[in-house]
């Protein structure tokens, strides 16, 4: 008997309970983002998962509720709630988000409704910078708060890095480049194309996977170094064609 995952016995639970708490009323569960392409780290990444509906109405929200708040309470990031139809129609406005479904994806269960779904370019670019733009100033936001806590500054760059990653991933997509899926390779693609190295980016995916901490001294520098290469990030795709 092959033994589960920890990952695979969360997934088969969710979807149990939203089978349970929805009914009929459920029509697909699909997990994307990095537990679908196997770039998942337990303590550092996220479990994106979309739950399309037949409808979403207060009373649906009221039965998923326990559903929600037990998934959301080891701080996992809300279920992306959209009825069938919203997921046919939202394309330019989740470009970002149906782009890296279309890519990779698991169907938890129900139809996938991704599959001969065409996405929307029309916002793409803009979205991307905009996204960049506001982690960017979240970042820099957040790191305020926290420039005298050596171990709570290098968490905040620790949990940036996958958004960013993800980002970048698009950044090159948008530049014509081949789809990469690990962070690693995104990273090495970016260096490519900004035509500079990212080391504060390496660095910072060197510690999230070997939890490995530098000084406090370093950390501030790590930082300094973060903020260029994200700024670089940004006039990149600033620069595309628009």
Sequence with gaps: MVRKTALERIL???VERLKSALADQLVTVILYGSAAVGDWNKDNSDLNVLCALDRISPQELIKAEPVVSWWRKPGRPPLLLLTAEEVRTSTDCFAIEFHDMKKFRRVLFGPDLIEDLTVDNTFYRAQVEHELRSKQIRLRQKAAEVLSKPERLLQLLVD???????LGRHALLLSGDEAR??????VAGLEAALGRPLSAFNEILAVRESGKQPGGAAITSLLERYLVETDALVRFVDALAK
């Design 12 to 14: 088969s639970e969710l």
């Design 160 to 166: 940036s890095i996958s958004t960013f990653s993800v």
């Design 181 to 186: 899926w690990t962070k690693a390779e995104v």
